[in-house]
């Protein structure tokens, strides 16, 4: 907007790759912020020939390659894991639980990373839990994970520590903890992904997670100046890829629990 652009939200259904193509084809746009998965075969055909400004992102450096003629953000995991898993191994952890929503999506990529980085810090997995839950809504989420970690809460805390697939599943922990007479760091580590505690929208007055920060705002900036630099280069798309590293926050809810002997 300060660039003097008007963001639209151009419809999809049905047949994407067809939908994708009938938008590019009306030329309602200077330029196209398209999701990574929504790029057929026949959408970049169309792109390449037209030669438009096209970004897109991709939240997981491992899932490809980028594609040709199309600028790329993507957001790299393997520094936020890195240091998260050497704050781990040297409180004197070896071995942790994983905890998440079945069919977390970008959960497939990111727990294979997840898995190879433990294993390569010598913490073994001692046990995989999902629970059934609506991903749409943070408060059915996060009642979901309240419910299933009141039914495994002893087995987690034999364990000591569990990782789980985002900050709203650890924050339905957290609860379930509060509700044993337990406290999060002090009686079980817990760490989470996305650092939603220091997102505007959720405004926790005291962030006690230790969690991923996944830098969403910077990577949203990047990408709208991209797009921007494409636009102003009367169409000559720069084919390229820039990943933003992610960043570990280690807080109160990340201790060598008392009690509990490795």
């Known amino acids: 907007l300060n660039a003097g652009y008007q963001a639209l939200m151009l419809p999809v259904s049905g047949d994407i790759d067809l939908e994708v193509q009938k938008n590019i ?15 057929g075969s ?6 390449t020939r037209r030669k438009l400004p096209v970004i897109t992102y991709v939240a997981d450096t491992r899932i490809q390659e980028p594609l040709p003629g199309i600028d790329t953000v993507t957001m790299a995991l ?26 977390n999506s970008s959960g497939s990529h990111r727990d294979q990373l997840l898995t190879e980085m433990a294993a390569a810090h010598a913490l073994r997995l001692e046990n995989s839990v999902s629970f059934s839950a609506t991903l749409f809504s943070e408060s059915q989420l996060r009642l979901a994970a309240y419910r299933a970690a009141k039914t495994h809460l002893d087995e987690f805390v034999r364990c000591g520590l569990v990782l789980c697939g985002n900050d709203v599943t650890a924050l339905g922990l957290c609860d379930a903890l509060t509700d044993a007479g337990l406290r999060p760091g ?25 969690t991923i920060e996944t830098h ?11 797009l921007l630099e494409r636009i102003s280069g009367n169409g000559e798309i720069v084919s390229g890829a820039l990943s933003i590293p992610t960043t570990f926050l280690r807080r109160e809810s990340l201790n060598t629990p008392s009690g509990v002997r490795r």
């Open 25 to 39: 084809r009306s030329g309602v746009a200077d330029g196209y912020w398209i999701g990574n998965s929504m790029i």
């Open 78 to 103: 393997e520094p936020g894991f890195q240091q998260m898993f050497n704050q781990i191994v040297r409180l004197g952890f070896r071995s942790y639980i994983r905890f998440q929503a079945a069919g």
């Open 216 to 226: 969403l705002e910077t990577i949203g900036k990047t990408l709208a100046e991209r």
């Open 42 to 47: 026949h959408t970049l055909e169309e792109l």
């Open 186 to 210: 002090r009686d079980l580590s817990l760490i989470g992904f996305d650092n939603l505690e220091e997102n505007p929208n959720f405004a926790a007055p005291h962030p006690i997670l230790s």
